[in-house]
């Protein structure tokens, strides 16, 4: 199945500073999903963005979507310890089965 | 309350043995999934049902097969397991296919 891709792969970076990880993918879709996988532990929603809108926020999670270029970016603000996890995004390209890319994990250092 | 629930949390076991892995979700969602997240955390759909009835099967091996007994549960069975089926197994759901999905916490898989 088709896999999406994720940059960067690792992303370490001080408490309070910004963290961006990118998303790109394959083919039309319906929605981008972000979601968040603790160490050990399930998966998370945390943001879909719909293919006709172009910018979602929630608290301090900005999202980005440019179908054009087929990508989409989330964008963590003020970012604190309890952040570090790893971040997948995922789009429901075939028969609304969702394709998730590789992950970026990110460590946030104190 | 637990919304996605799956036992057991680690299971360890030899080649050639037959396992299950159960899974229940409280959220009344309409469709429930499996996924295998390997060693790279590459997470990939195995299996997905809406109201019992199977609408993807992806290319896995016949040795898996998926059981629901009700909406609320969807089990796997693992027949002759072998040392590249260990992994973290995990069942999702949710409302719509396609939606937000809601994962249970894994079940981590270890075929010696």
């Known amino acids: 199945s088709q896999q999406g891709e994720e940059d960067p792969q690792a992303l370490s970076i001080q408490e309070g500073e910004n963290a961006t990880m990118n998303c790109s993918y394959k083919?039309?879709?319906?929605?981008l999903q972000w979601y968040r996988q603790n160490s050990g532990r399930g998966l998370v929603h945390l943001i879909l963005?719909?293919?006709n809108e172009r910018e979602k926020h929630s608290g301090r999670l900005r999202v980005t979507l440019d179908t054009s270029k087929k990508s989409s970016s989330l964008l963590i603000t003020a970012s604190r310890a309890a952040d570090t996890a790893s971040y997948f995004c995922?789009?429901?390209?075939?028969?609304?089965?969702?394709?998730w890319g590789a992950g970026t994990k990110l460590i946030i250092k104190p | 309350d637990t919304a996605v629930s799956q036992t057991p949390k680690y299971l360890v076991t030899q080649m050639g043995n037959d396992k299950s892995i159960k899974c229940e979700q409280n959220?009344?969602?309409?469709?429930m999934y499996w996924y295998k997240q390997d060693s790279k955390k590459f997470l990939k759909i195995m299996f997905s049902?809406?109201?019992?009835?199977?609408?993807i099967n992806e290319t896995v091996p016949n040795r898996f097969s998926p059981k629901s007994p009700d909406k609320a549960h969807l089990n796997l069975h693992i027949n002759s397991l072998e040392l590249g089926d260990s992994a973290v197994y995990f069942c999702?759901?949710?409302?719509?296919?396609?939606?937000?999905?809601?994962f249970g916490p894994g079940t981590r898989l270890t075929v010696t």
């Open positions: 999702a759901s949710s409302q719509v296919a396609g939606y937000e999905q809601y």
């Open positions: 959220l009344g969602h309409d469709t």
């Open positions: 049902y809406n109201n019992k009835e199977l609408i």
């Open positions: 083919t039309s879709i319906n929605n």
């Open positions: 963005i719909r293919s």
């Open positions: 995922a789009t429901d390209e075939i028969n609304y089965q969702l394709i």
